[in-house]
């Protein structure tokens, strides 16, 4: 089993900046895929980033490349998402994901996953 606990959303402007962290316990957490996808009201949830166990190969849905950066670090149990230039349409609530080796676009591919965190962006 692991847990996983997202914070760092809240309410921020067009234009602005947000870190999401997602904290993880439980077993081993460094061999770990971990991905963040996003789910706005009314849609499915979607891939934002994925990244490997090691943080050397990283993965980015189309809208997310150039704006967001995901990296972790094993030593914390912790996985972020660094979000810059937020749009209106970035507002969702943001979930991690683990599973096995998997750091891809389907949900499919994880096993367990965060409550989430909202993100909000006023225009």
């Known amino acids: 089993q692991v847990q996983l606990v997202e914070s760092g959303g809240g309410l921020v402007q067009a234009g602005g900046s947000l870190r999401l962290s997602c904290a993880a316990s439980?077993?081993?957490?460094?061999?770990?895929?971990l991905g963040w996808f996003r789910q706005a009201p009314g849609k499915e949830r979607e891939f934002v980033a994925g990244?490997?166990?090691?943080?050397?190969?990283?993965n980015y849905a189309d809208y997310a490349k150039g704006r967001f950066t995901i990296s972790r670090d094993n030593a914390k149990h912790t996985v972020y998402l660094q979000m810059n230039s937020l749009t209106p349409e970035d507002t969702a609530v943001y979930y991690c994901?683990?599973?096995?080796?998997?750091?891809?676009?389907?949900?499919?591919?994880?096993?367990?996953w965060g409550q989430g965190t909202q993100v909000t962006v006023s225009s």
């Open positions: 990244i490997t166990w090691s943080g050397g190969s990283t």
């Open positions: 994901a683990a599973g096995g080796t998997y750091y891809g676009r389907s949900t499919l591919g994880y096993n367990y």
């Open positions: 439980g077993r081993t957490f460094s061999n770990n895929g």
